[in-house]
């Protein structure tokens, strides 16, 4: 009988001291999805896999799980995705959102970011203010900004001038700088980035423009006898953005929000100090692979900002609504 009491008690106390240890489990989960890799060293899966790290410590009922590579969302179906509830939050290329969105396009467009610290200085403009505003109408906030770098690539010879296009068939990243290449004299090649190796292995492209990631990570240097990085007169960079869903973010307390801000905020600075160190990994690759690495002078690049003006920025300006205000507003930024 004692021993059936004493076990009984301890039963009784092992469930009372549970009690304590279920109040501490959040209260709140977010969804969080991404189509890059995981767990792989992507900056971009880090960045979201370290607001939920430092959301978790902050120990206030809130928890992220993180879903990479596509695995619950496919990668152009997450802006529909957030505001469906079907994911709470995202990171991803907002140009993928211009069909929701045209305005969207401007963040995907050449020229208008001249290299990383420019990008920091554009983050804090009225463009950028009035990109915002255009997600929050839309149905979402920025918890981050995020900036990546592309390059040119050519498989004959280097491309750092309109006059290096000409006739040349070209795989190109968005409709924008498709619209310039073709300005150039170029042919366009329409492909998924995941082919871009095998198109320029059998001679179906023969340059490409892409973010020096996937330079990299698709051995492009395998196939490319140029590359022309970004350095300090970049063509090419894509915002790529933490978002939430406005409907998930209002659901949150106050501790909740500011924990999540933080978190964001710090997630940001480490996207931009890594972001610059995919330049130069994508230049150690192509120099290890004998590939020649050149950069843009200001004068090369204002060469192609001027096919821009009367390729793609003039079509963004007819067909956006307050287009040409929101070119104007980033080529404001020096």
């Avoid at 469906?84 to 969105?101: E, K, V």
């Avoid at 300090?232 to 209002?250: C, G, Q, T």
Wanted: proline share 4%; net charge positive.
């Amino acid at each position: 009988m004692f021993r059936r009491k004493t076990l009984a008690h301890l039963i009784g106390s092992l469930a009372l001291a549970a009690i304590p240890l279920a109040s501490h489990a959040a209260d709140i989960v977010l969804k969080a999805s991404h189509q890059f890799p995981g767990g792989k060293g992507d900056v971009r899966d880090e960045m979201v896999q370290m607001i939920a790290r430092d959301v978790a410590a902050a120990k206030v009922g809130l928890e992220i799980k993180v879903y990479p590579a596509s695995s619950l969302v496919k990668a152009a179906e997450q802006w529909k995705a957030m505001q469906t509830g079907q994911i709470d939050m995202t990171s991803f290329p907002l140009d993928y959102a211009s069909g929701f969105h045209p305005q969207f396009g401007a963040t995907l467009m050449p020229g208008l970011v001249k290299n990383h610290d420019h990008a920091q200085r554009l983050n804090k403009s009225p463009f950028m203010a009035e990109i915002h505003k255009v997600v929050e109408d839309g149905g979402a906030k920025v918890l981050a900004d995020a900036w990546l770098a592309g390059a040119f690539g050519g498989k004959d010879k280097c491309i750092r001038t309109p006059a290096d296009a000409a006739g040349v068939k070209v795989r190109s990243a968005g409709a924008t700088f498709s619209q310039m290449w073709a300005g150039a004299g170029a042919s366009i090649v329409s492909i998924p980035s995941n082919e871009v190796y095998n198109a320029l292995q059998q001679g179906v492209a023969q340059a490409t423009d892409t973010s020096t990631a996937s330079m990299t990570s698709f051995r492009l240097y395998e196939q490319l006898k140029c590359v022309t990085a970004p350095g300090d007169n970049a063509l090419w960079f894509m915002y790529e953005p933490v978002l939430i869903s406005k409907r998930s973010w209002d659901k949150l307390d106050d501790k909740q929000k500011a924990a999540l801000t933080a978190a964001s905020k710090k997630a940001e600075a480490y996207f931009s100090a890594e972001s610059k160190k995919l330049d130069d990994k994508m230049i150690e690759a192509f120099k290890k692979g004998g590939s020649e690495v050149v950069t843009m002078t200001e004068a090369e690049a204002d060469a192609w900002r001027a096919i821009a003006q009367k390729t793609s920025y003039k079509e963004f300006a007819d067909k956006v609504p307050g287009g040409k205000e929101l070119i104007e507003k980033a080529l404001s930024v020096k």
